[in-house]
């Protein structure tokens, strides 16, 4: 099993920036794919953007040419740099691995504890 603690959220204004990062430990980090997703109350878990362990990235639609997924395999890091920050933006963000590749949260095996992110003039 892999384990996976988020950091990097707080309270920026609209249009600036923030950088998540999910450190992971206990199993091969290589072995998964990566994503991000975010829940705001009332809501399910939305997807965010996800990377493959090739490299390859997904965004969803609200987010694309805003916000940018990467990973460190020698670090065992993914980082979300979120750039234009909207209020809508705003939730909690969770970071999640899985051996496959989906943009569903029920498919996505191991997740982080989640890290606050508002977005607020």
């Known amino acids: 099993q892999i384990h996976l603690v988020e950091s990097g959220g707080g309270l920026v204004q609209p249009g600036g920036s923030l950088r998540l990062s999910c450190a992971a430990s206990?199993?091969?980090?290589?072995?998964?794919?990566m994503a991000w997703f975010r829940q705001t109350p009332g809501s399910e878990r939305d997807f965010v953007a996800l990377?493959?362990?090739?490299?390859?990235?997904l965004y969803a639609a609200p987010v694309k040419d805003r916000f940018i997924i990467s990973r460190d395999n020698a670090k065992n890091t993914v980082l979300l740099q979120m750039n234009n920050l909207k209020p809508e933006d705003t939730g909690v963000y969770y970071c999640?691995?899985?051996?496959?590749?989906?943009?569903?949260?029920?498919?996505?095996?191991?997740w982080g504890q989640g890290t606050q992110v508002t977005v607020s003039s």
């Open positions: 999640a691995a899985s051996l496959n590749l989906g943009t569903s949260a029920g498919g996505y095996e191991s």
């Open positions: 990377i493959t362990k090739v490299n390859n990235s």
């Open positions: 206990g199993s091969s980090f290589k072995r998964y794919s």
